[in-house]
């Protein structure tokens, strides 16, 4: 981690809790010029301070933090959702992976703008007709006809959409009888070509996310929109989930910091009975229960990004920690809001909203049975045919 990086990270968490907290409930009240307008000023503030893009490339005007610095960094932006935004961090994934996989031309026409906080990327994978968990099911095509890729689908849960000046669509390309997993590419695909549309936006728990249905009609893009190689779809977005889950997890123990902090300070604040409700044994267990889970998830967590900052995929470690974090993440805001009793599910402190995203969690990036069970095939695989098993004190930290 660079040396200063702990200072970086302090002056992020004061500029989170002292300038992004005192404007979320008018972020989330405002319509859409409103809240436009606000997120620019807090941006400009960002830039100001030095702190806006820290984990994008500094050949494009990122901050250029390494992998493990962000990672930290991470952790106190995700404490509020309008911080990702404020602070230039929300197109990272995307970024990222353009500045791999994209040629020179698309890196000044699209990234350079990413990162200057111009407009923010959108990515379509999942569909809404088959089982997304099983991507090689994914029915959305496109074929080359007179130097243009013919696409043609509907996607889900595109993030983005409705701003975005371009969409990355995962497509079948490939004939039906070329490997699963090399039969899907990734096609960048500008919002405003015709036969892109949007079908509706989409609701999450009630709360208005961002999420969009779109519908690709016979949508016609140059050849050259390819991104990476022809039938390299699946590596590639692997490869953006990966560093990707990382990111979730130590958003979701920001959340959980927060959902923390405000638990101890309301039992503080709070009695019943005549005494402090910080006093009261039931009440301790919670704090305990979510101080351990918080720990170890962080640990863990940190464990993967070392890993995978070291080369290793880190497989195994990554899937553990999407279904242990999106646990423990909901877990600690349940307790939260336990303690706050009626108040915890009003609008008057951020725990309702903080909850419902939670839920969210077990689902998006993967569903947790999903990960569970690849997590489990290869372990017990190790113990088939009286195979060696696994040692976990011999695995590297």
């Not at 984990?55 to 309008?82: C, D, K, Q, T």
């Not at 079908?199 to 969009?212: F, K, Q, T």
């Amino acid at each position: 981690m660079e040396a200063d990086a702990d200072d970086l990270r302090a002056r992020v968490l004061r500029f989170v809790e002292e300038v992004v907290y005192p404007r979320e409930a008018e972020l989330e009240a405002a319509d859409d010029a409103t809240r436009d307008a606000l997120l620019r000023t807090l941006s400009e503030q960002a830039r100001s301070a030095g702190l806006w893009a820290l984990g994008h490339p500094r050949e494009l005007g990122g901050g250029g933090l390494s992998f493990m610095a962000y990672v930290r960094i991470n952790e106190v932006i995700g404490r509020s959702y309008w911080a990702m935004l404020a602070l230039g961090t929300a197109s990272l994934q995307d970024s990222l992976m353009v500045w791999r996989h994209g040629t020179p031309a698309w890196h000044e026409r699209y990234l350079r703008p990413i990162v200057a906080g111009e407009f923010l990327p959108s990515f379509a994978m999942t569909e809404p007709e088959v089982s997304s968990s099983d991507p090689t099911q994914l029915a959305t095509t496109a074929h080359l006809e007179d130097g243009h890729w013919v696409v043609n689908g509907r996607k889900w849960f595109t993030t983005g959409a409705a701003q975005a000046r371009y969409t990355t669509v995962m497509c079948r390309t490939e004939d039906a009888d070329a490997p699963a997993h090399g039969a899907f590419s990734l096609i960048i695909v500008p919002t405003d070509a015709p036969g892109y549309r949007i079908v509706r936006d989409l609701p999450a728990l009630g709360i208005a996310g961002n999420h969009y249905e779109i519908a690709l009609e016979d949508l016609r893009v140059p050849e050259d929109h390819l991104l990476g190689r022809r039938g390299a779809g699946f590596a590639i977005a692997q490869e953006r989930l990966g560093p990707g889950r990382i990111f979730h997890c130590m958003r979701w123990l920001g959340q959980a910091q927060r959902a923390f902090d405000l638990m101890c300070r309301r039992l503080h604040a709070r009695s019943a009975f005549g005494e402090a409700l910080a006093e009261k044994q039931l009440m301790q267990a919670h704090v305990f229960e979510s101080a351990a889970e918080i720990r170890s998830a962080r640990e863990l967590t940190l464990a993967a990004a070392r890993r995978m900052d070291s080369g290793d995929q880190a497989r195994d470690e990554i899937a553990v920690i999407k279904v242990l974090g999106a646990r423990m993440l909901h877990n600690v805001i349940d307790r939260a809001i336990q303690v706050y009793g009626a108040a915890g599910l009003t609008p008057d402190t951020p725990l309702s909203v903080m909850y419902r995203h939670a839920r969210e969690a077990r689902i998006y990036d993967g569903p947790d049975e999903v990960h569970m069970q690849s997590v489990a095939r290869r372990l017990l695989k190790a113990y088939r045919d009286d195979g060696p098993g696994i040692d976990f004190g011999a695995e590297p930290a």
